[in-house]
């Protein structure tokens, strides 16, 4: 029994070797197998990668956008032309780029692949996506590289294709460190995104996208702010710098560098520079790698990036944004209308940017001899002032709204109102000329000419000169209304035609002036010709507003150049046309379609005729008046001499020697500068102080172009009436009173030498003319009609009879009212 029991262990221990030999045999076979099984389900995978995907994502979309957070609708803003924000250009009427209006992204759109600068194409692709023309959107080689490396905790390294960056955007995570789970999202989307578009149309969003320091967005954008030109402009080495800057934007300009031992900023500068310059190096390897350049380019560049690459990027300019008040108006008249801070758009501004600098300098000059007379004002740092110029047909052609647009936004030109003082009594006496020309066209049914009506007209236009008083109200007594004289003047001259009485600005002859063609018609007159209805600032129908008791606005003021243009309407414009890529937003062809972009205003609409060309004509020689009337014309100083930047009623300027005086005085005398027409204005507060001083000039065109002819406008007060210019008002006080005359006449006569010299205007022999040949003026000339002049002036309503102010005590004044002068 023991023997065989001894066979058997010993026949055990002899096949258990072999038994165990053939158990691990099986199990590394099996290994193997698996392993085999593993590495060609890996192959099969990584090579059938994306379709894998694809099917996944197809069958389980909804699941995988849950769980990821991720919207595959966002794929459809790529479709949308302005998903990426593009900022919109403001240019004069000569194409020149005048300002910019932009979102945070300033972004200069490409939009067209071709038009990619081959530099740009290949340095992009070489640094960011080498394999861009081969993948479907990732590059699983790179996936693979980054994936051993985190294993390995080396060096992070970068696997995202254009198509991912791009997706990244769309869930708008550029400029941060993406989770593991958004970079497997980016993954999806971008394979989604690789469906719908091909690899240009990718490459072409993908140049427009990426931020590059200096508030740029796009490589468009980004090569005008740090070398001052169009990308396609820019050298290989200039390019690849540009490249660089994708993944380490505004390196150059940054304010740190990142080794901390690094204290002044001499340092810090070197120490980003040197940072800068190896990226645009590695770029420039990567190109040679990639064999888009050749060895020599390659050499080439490098030893420029070494040599001149720094002195050859621009210093920071400034950014995007309206930098005066015509500009930000501009901005505001279409920010609700249209996406100018994103949609890449044109707007023709009417400005003309070298009279837009006289202006501005005519303004500061104002302010600045104010100044000298007012040293010690508290009050000072309320001061405001503005000015425009707008020529026959409403185009404005410069606007300062204000003063010192960095600290003051607010446009007291385009948007604010104030009292205009005597400059109102334009439409007093307009409304006056209106009644009296209705009346000789009743009166005289024969055929008349314009001029000859005008001329009835005129010598119909006679108004007392006479004290005058003002009831306040029940009870509360009446209130004398003072007439503005120099010493050499009489306060009163009786019974005077209109024309002394506007050129002389006498607030008496005006109020009754205003009472016979009945304040209410004056006020009709001057909404017509398109002064603002604005409810808090409504024109008031007492006697005071014929000598500027009430509130205008500014710029509106503008609509007074219907009287001298021939009758026509001028509504302030101060854009031409908004377009998009050459076509219109603003008018239509005759099919209908959008108008080829306006950039020069040439196909604006005829002007509409608001008053009767008699009513022109005879205003332009009552406005002649302040200018021409010698002495004691309110502007006659602008025909006889003025010292631009000094006080005309100063002693200094009779302290320079007769030589110096007469080499800084500018005079437009009638035989050498044509004719001129105007009006001052001086509002006064409650205690007669100068609150608001003005002065309205008009310029006739050439004969043959009498649209060019242009309005000036001058305005000057502080932020409340109660705060005076000066301290002399018409109630007496120290030195003579602060009046539109003695702060703007000096300043205005640089603009009319402007003019003169360079826009070819104030000449000799310059007329005021109709700026169209309408058909009222043709039926006039051509048969006199009667009955057609008729017609053209609006019906007003009992204005046959004319209540004396005196007796007129139906309506009370205000507690306070005005004089102005």
């Known amino acids: 029994m023991e023997k065989v029991e001894h066979v058997t262990l010993k026949r055990w221990i002899l096949t258990l070797p072999w038994a165990l030999l053939r158990f691990f045999g099986r199990i590394v076979r099996r290994f193997f197998v698996a392993v085999g099984v593993a590495v060609a389900l890996a192959v099969v ?14 069958r389980y979309s909804a699941e995988i956008d849950a769980y990821l957070g991720i919207d595959k609708d966002e794929i459809a803003r790529l479709h949308d032309p302005a998903y990426f924000a593009e900022q919109s250009q403001i240019v004069s009427e000569d194409q020149k780029t005048v300002a910019c209006i932009s979102s945070p992204e300033h972004r200069i759109l490409i939009n067209d692949a071709a038009d990619i600068p081959p530099f740009f194409t290949n340095a992009i692709l070489a640094s960011e996506d080498k394999n861009f023309f081969s993948h479907e959107g990732i590059d699983k080689g790179a996936i693979l590289r ?42 999806i989307m971008a394979l989604r995104i690789e469906r719908e578009f091909s690899r240009s149309e990718l490459l072409l969003k993908y140049v427009n996208m990426p931020y590059f320091g200096r508030g ?76 888009v350049i050749t060895d020599v380019e390659h050499s080439r560049a490098a030893n420029l990036v070494e040599r001149s690459l720094r002195k050859e990027i621009v210093s920071s300019v400034i950014g995007c944004g309206t930098h005066d008040h015509f500009l930000e108006r501009v901005r505001i008249l279409y920010k609700d209308r249209f996406p100018i801070t994103r949609g890449g758009l044109t707007i023709s501004i009417t400005r003309d940017d070298g009279l837009q600098d006289v202006l501005a300098k005519a303004v500061d000059l104002t302010l600045q001899t104010y100044l000298a007379r007012h040293p010690n004002d508290a009050d000072n ?38 009292q205009p003082g005597s400059t109102f009594k334009i439409f007093t006496y307009g409304g006056l000329v209106e009644q009296l020309t209705r009346e000789v066209l009743a009166a005289k049914p024969a055929s008349h000419g314009v001029d000859e009506i005008a001329a009835e007209v005129l010598e119909r236009c006679n108004v007392l000169d006479a004290p005058i008083f003002v009831p306040l109200g029940r009870g509360r007594g009446v209130k004398k209304i003072e007439n503005f004289h120099s010493r050499s003047e009489p306060e009163y001259r009786g019974n005077i035609p209109c024309r002394i009485a506007l050129g002389e600005s006498r607030n008496t002859a005006a109020m009754r002036a205003g009472a016979r063609a009945r304040i209410k018609n004056v006020i009709e007159l001057t909404y017509r010709l398109g002064m603002p209805k604005d409810p808090k600032h409504i024109l008031q129908p007492y006697p005071t507003t014929a000598i500027g008791a009430s509130e205008v606005n500014p710029l509106s003021m503008a609509t007074a150049a219907a009287f001298v243009n021939g009758g026509f309407r001028v509504t302030p414009r101060f854009a031409n046309d908004v377009c998009r890529e050459g076509k219109s937003l603003l008018h239509n062809d005759a099919q209908g379609h959008p108008a080829a972009c306006d950039i020069k205003g040439e196909n604006r609409p005829l002007q509409e005729r608001l008053i009767h060309p008699a009513v022109s004509v005879a205003m332009i020689e009552l406005l002649k008046a302040p200018l021409d009337v010698a002495v004691t014309g ?77 309005m000036l406008g ?30 703007w006449v000096h300043s205005a006569a640089t603009v009319l030498a402007f003019l003169q010299k360079e ?22 000339d051509e048969t006199k009609s009667t009955r057609a002049a008729r017609d053209i002036i609006p019906v007003a309503a009992s204005a046959a009879v004319v209540e004396s102010i005196e007796q007129k005590d139906a309506k009370s004044e205000p507690a306070s009212p005005d004089v102005s002068h």
């Open 634 to 710: 309110t502007a006659s100083s602008l025909r006889t001499g003025v010292i631009p930047g000094m006080d005309p009623l100063s002693d200094a300027i009779w302290k320079l020697k007769p030589d110096e005086r007469k080499k800084r005085t500018l005079a437009f005398p009638l035989d050498e500068a044509g004719d001129s027409a105007g009006k001052t204005g001086t509002a006064t507060n409650a205690d007669g102080k100068t609150s608001d001083v003005w002065l309205l000039l008009f310029v006739p065109g050439s004969p043959d172009h009498p649209e060019k002819g242009v």
């Open 216 to 291: 740029q967005y796009g490589i468009e954008a980004a090569s005008r702010a740090y070398f001052g030109k169009p990308a396609k402009d820019l050298a290989l080495h200039q390019a690849a710098f540009i490249v660089a800057l994708i993944n380490k934007p505004a390196l150059p300009d940054r304010a740190f560098a990142m080794d901390p031992l690094l204290k002044t900023r001499e340092e810090v500068r070197d120490a980003n520079w040197a940072e800068a310059a190896r990226g645009t190096t590695r770029v420039l390897g990567l190109m040679l790698d990639q064999g």
């Open 146 to 187: 980054a994936l051993a490396k985190r294993i390995l905790q080396e060096s992070r390294s970068g696997a995202s294709t254009l198509t991912m960056q791009i997706a990244k955007h769309l869930r708008e995570g550029t400029g941060r460190a993406s989770t593991e789970t958004e970079k497997i999202g980016d993954i």
């Open 45 to 58: 995978g990584y090579v059938e990668f994306e379709e894998i995907v694809e099917a996944i994502d197809s």
């Open 714 to 743: 001058f305005w000057m007060g502080k932020d409340s009436k109660d705060h005076p210019l000066g301290d002399r008002g018409s109630t007496g006080g120290p030195g003579f009173a602060e009046s539109g005359a003695r702060n």
């Open 381 to 418: 740092n309320q001061l405001r002032a503005g000015a425009f110029v707008v020529d026959f047909t409403g185009d404005v052609l410069a606007e300062v709204g204000n003063v010192n647009f960095k600290q003051l936004k607010y446009d007291v030109i385009a948007t604010g109102w104030r």
């Open 759 to 780: 826009r070819g205007l104030v000449k000799p022999g310059y007329k005021f003319r109709p700026i169209i040949r309408d058909d009222v003026l043709a039926n006039l």
